[in-house]
């Protein structure tokens, strides 16, 4: 059974910095691009990032472009978004998101609350 | 970008009755290399994670009631619910993934009249 389970989420300042993993089971977590989609409170779905299956190529929404990285440790099964210079509107819930053979999004973690307040 | 514009923001339907949500790219996501509509639905329910219902517009995910059927291509779609079940209230996204960065529609929340 594939899970994605979300973790890393909480309360942070404006200006600081939080790192979300993904822990990936249940299938070959090398072969797939994967995917950090958020939803603000009371808003809609809005995509983050992607990366493909071996790291080597990454791509980011513009208004997180040059503050928040994605990255994956394919040995652990996990995938990682390192968020910086966190803003308000950064709060939201973040979900991983596995790129299924045809390019939608197939299988989605829980989610993480990342709250960006002082 | 490509903007997703889904209509109504909000649908009540009786049960049993039909369910119809619509959903206009602003530029065609049908690709010429493989005639396909790089066009998903999904559905959201409190407290859980998104679940894709259809993918390249008209296919239905494995598992999904038969009831859920996706229509439509180049820049109109519809996602249509034949029979309106009380486990289908939920908030319906459509999706397109023809190109970065891959954008959703504002939402339409289904609930029962």
């Known amino acids: 059974e594939v899970q994605l389970v979300e973790s890393g989420g909480g309360l942070v300042q404006p200006g600081g910095s939080l790192r979300l993993s993904c822990a990936a089971s249940?299938?070959?977590?090398?072969?797939?691009?994967m995917h950090w989609v958020r939803q603000a409170p009371g808003k809609g779905l809005v995509w983050v990032s992607h990366?493909?299956?071996?790291?080597?190529?990454?791509n980011y929404a513009d208004s997180v472009k040059g503050r928040f990285t994605i990255s994956r440790d394919n040995a652990k099964n996990t995938l990682y978004l390192q968020m910086n210079s966190l803003r308000a509107e950064d709060t939201a819930v973040y979900y991983c998101?596995?790129?299924?053979?045809?390019?939608?999004?197939?299988?989605w973690g829980q989610g993480t609350l990342v709250t960006v307040s002082s | 970008d490509i903007v997703m514009t889904q209509s109504p923001d909000s649908l009540a339907v009786s049960l049993g009755e039909r369910a119809t949500i619509n959903c206009k790219s602003s530029q065609s996501v049908l690709h010429s290399s493989n005639n396909k509509n790089y066009l998903a639905w999904y559905q959201l329910k409190p407290g859980q994670p998104p679940k894709v219902l259809i993918y390249w517009a008209s296919t239905r995910e494995s598992g999904v009631p038969d009831r859920f059927r996706g229509s439509g291509s180049g820049t109109d779609f519809t996602l249509t619910i034949s029979s309106l079940q009380a486990e289908d209230v939920a908030v319906y996204y459509c999706q397109q993934y023809y190109s970065t960065p891959y954008t959703f529609g504002q939402g339409t929340k289904l609930e029962i009249k």
């Open positions: 990366i493909n299956n071996d790291g080597s190529a990454t």
């Open positions: 249940g299938f070959t977590f090398s072969n797939y691009w």
């Open positions: 998101a596995r790129r299924g053979d045809g390019g939608f999004f197939d299988y």
